[in-house]
């Protein structure tokens, strides 16, 4: 086997084409049979093999920079850069992250995990390298669906602009999650699918140019037609205006090819482009088929060649999956609603949305800022927008929340999906600080479900509610398998609901930690702690009366969060008490701390921070004598 021999990017600088292509086919096998034991990002992976054996025979890693986008194709990279031994332990809990990360190896040159960074990343890298008169390389890899993200475009902009020597790889499979959407997608495929358009394009290019020499009274004129036709007709001429030199497409799964342009590109002075075609799902034949189902996959998944991924049937639907549900029945109720996703409608649940209201579903690409926008836009015509995103993509959103639509008390209903920790994805990926970010917001309101038949009823109150911007939030995964009522009802605006009175010590709750706090109830009772469990569906506004009764009452409270700590429901109640001047309210709160939660399984995270029924009984107990000695 060729691949025990590697170890580091130099065991593979002398590989010949031929032996470079053996290997690429080891390391295929190699992530077909971890991952479906680990689970993880599969179908980039398999597409990117000789890109990044290329990449790593070519340039110099850790001396030249190659900087991935996203991150979730970068496992190749690491198998190349001396981390295949750490393979069992992706994505797990102290094991080895599922994304670049600086402190994890040399090799890797930023932190990642949202899309759309690297030409920014790559640039600094580039300026700072030319600032402090060094040598070095830098690539940045981006896929198609990075690419239709503004901060791209952004980046394009400034590097075009300084000249400063750099290649961006786009590495364009046609896909992002689901099917690439947009106009720079479109443009794309015509560079890609259409050998003639290409090729015709170069031939008039340079007769063209020929036609610029003449030199007679028509040069002016021609020059003029030149020019206009050469927007047309020069191959890549989007990026070329942009200020780089367009190279492609060409084969990403032709080493011998890829050789040759990074070569060429890497020797090429000021910023180029070199365009890359690759198959997601490369050497896994059900992945290569169909893309969308295996981006990544879950722990256990069948690897038996050309299998099927293994469906893991749960026992409950997933909170996406009522939420897609829902909202499909209330569209059929409300004709103004509208449904938005920033290029996750598998994840968000949306794909039998699209396929029932074909003109009422918008995937506005990896563009979670123009996607808040949009939908400012869209409810100033009296249509209802629902901005389904996931709680760490809406942090790319934030100015357009505040500016575009809260400061315009617009009626947006934002559906938060991943709220709280997601787990396996890790830093990048936990929903941790949407209630934070919102709750400080004026006029926006917040809610979060104790479980999936709360979050349909909440999810019609949101679309009932027409006096402005309220947000849904709700976790990854299942829910409880409670019953589903029939119907909808509409809740009571700010209020809460006691689930289990108690008089020792009151635990004031927020989403499914309100099952926590029911578990925590019954440990509390065996040692004779009554607990009263109150479900605060609303974290704004609060429910104001609950909260004088119990500062009344003199209780110990608790407050109960998968969310940060800091800015949390815990600090709302905090700062209504101050405001109201009430003192002596004991109260403790629980949630993440203040700091980066790594990845892991969801449960060991919750575990890891203090976050289960175990912990949250030990804190009351150890509080109440305290509470009691005083009073
Ligand atoms: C800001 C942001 N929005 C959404 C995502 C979710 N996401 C991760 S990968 C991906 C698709 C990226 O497509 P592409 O760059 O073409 O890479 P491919 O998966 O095709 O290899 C998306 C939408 C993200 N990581 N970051
Ligand atoms: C890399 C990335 O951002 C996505 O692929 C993400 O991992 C998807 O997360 P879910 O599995 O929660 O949809
Ligand atoms: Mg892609």
Not at 384 to 391: D, G, R
């Amino acid at each position: 086997m060729l691949l025990d021999k590697v170890n580091c990017p130099s065991d593979i600088k002398n590989l010949s084409v031929e032996q470079l292509g053996r290997l690429a086919e080891e390391i295929r096998h190699f992530l077909i049979e971890n991952l479906a034991t680990t689970g993880g990002h599969f179908g980039s992976n398999l597409g990117v093999v000789e890109l990044t054996l290329a990449l790593h025979q070519v340039y110099n890693s850790p001396v030249d920079k190659i900087i991935w986008d996203v991150g979730h194709q970068a496992y190749v990279h690491k198998i190349l850069t001396g981390r295949k031994h750490l393979f069992p332990t992706l994505r797990k809990f102290k094991g080895m992250s599922g994304f670049p990360k600086r402190g994890e190896s040399e090799h890797d040159m930023f932190d990642v995990g949202h899309s759309s960074t690297s030409i920014s990343a790559a640039l600094g890298y580039a300026i700072g390298r030319d600032l402090k008169k060094e040598n070095s390389k830098v690539v940045a890899v981006i896929g198609d669906g990075a690419m239709t993200g503004g901060m791209a475009f952004e980046a394009l902009n400034h590097a075009g602009h300084v000249k400063s020597d750099m290649v961006v790889v786009l590495n364009d499979n046609e896909m992002s999650i689901a099917t690439n959407v947009g106009a720079i997608t479109n443009y794309l495929t015509k560079l890609r699918v259409d050998p003639h358009y290409s090729s015709f394009k170069k031939d008039l290019a340079s007769i063209l140019h020929k036609i610029g020499n003449v030199g007679d009274k028509t040069e002016k004129y021609l020059k003029r037609l030149r020019d206009s036709f050469k927007t047309l007709l020069v191959p890549g001429m989007l990026f070329e205006e942009f200020g780089f030199t367009y190279m492609g497409p060409i084969d990403g799964h032709d080493l011998t090819t890829l050789k040759k342009y990074l070569e060429q590109a890497r020797n090429t002075k000021g910023p180029v482009l070199l365009h890359v075609v690759t198959q997601k799902g490369k050497g896994y034949a059900v992945a290569a088929d169909a893309p969308d189902k295996m981006h990544s996959v879950s722990v256990g998944f069948n690897a038996k060649p050309g299998a099927a991924p293994k469906v893991v049937k749960a026992a409950a639907p997933t909170y996406t999956k009522v939420f897609g549900d829902t909202l499909i029945k209330l569209a059929q109720q409300n004709e103004n609603i509208v449904a938005i996703t920033p290029a996750m409608p598998i994840g968000s649940g949306l794909v039998k949305f699209a396929d029932e209201f074909p003109n009422r579903f918008f995937d506005v690409g990896i563009a979670e800022q123009h996607a808040g926008t949009f939908a400012a836009g869209l409810a100033c015509t009296g249509k209802k927008p629902v901005l389904a995103i996931y709680s760490t993509f809406l942090q790319r959103a934030y100015d357009q929340v505040i500016h575009d639509i809260c400061i315009q008390n617009l009626p947006v209903v934002i559906a938060i999906d991943r709220a709280g920790l997601v787990g396996e994805d890790g830093e990048t990926h936990q929903g941790a600080f949407d209630l934070s970010f919102l709750r400080c917001i004026p006029n926006i309101k917040i809610m979060m479900p104790k479980d999936e038949n709360e979050l349909q009823h909440m999810l019609y109150t949101a679309s009932e509610y027409q006096e402005g911007p309220i947000a849904v939030r709700y976790p990854r995964g299942n829910g409880y398998g409670v019953k589903m009522d029939e119907s909808f009802k509409l809740l009571p605006f700010g209020k809460s609901e006691t689930v289990r009175d108690g008089k020792d010590v009151a635990v004031l709750a927020l989403g499914p930690m309100v099952h926590v706090a029911e578990h925590a109830a019954e440990l509390l009772a065996q040692d004779g702690v009554d607990a009263r469990i109150v479900n605060m569906r609303f974290a704004k506004p609060l429910d104001e009366e609950l909260l004088l009764e119990l500062a009344e009452s003199g209780m110990l409270i608790i407050t109960l969060e998968e969310a940060a700590i800091a800015g949390g429901l815990g600090s709302a109640i905090l700062e209504f008490y101050a405001k109201q001047r009430i003192t002596g309210v004991e109260l403790f709160p629980m949630g993440l701390p203040d700091q980066f939660i790594e990845h892991g399984a969801p449960q060991v995270l919750l575990d890891s921070v203090g976050l289960n029924a175990q912990s949250v009984a030990d804190s009351v107990k150890t509080m109440v004598p305290l509470k009691q000695k005083r009073a």
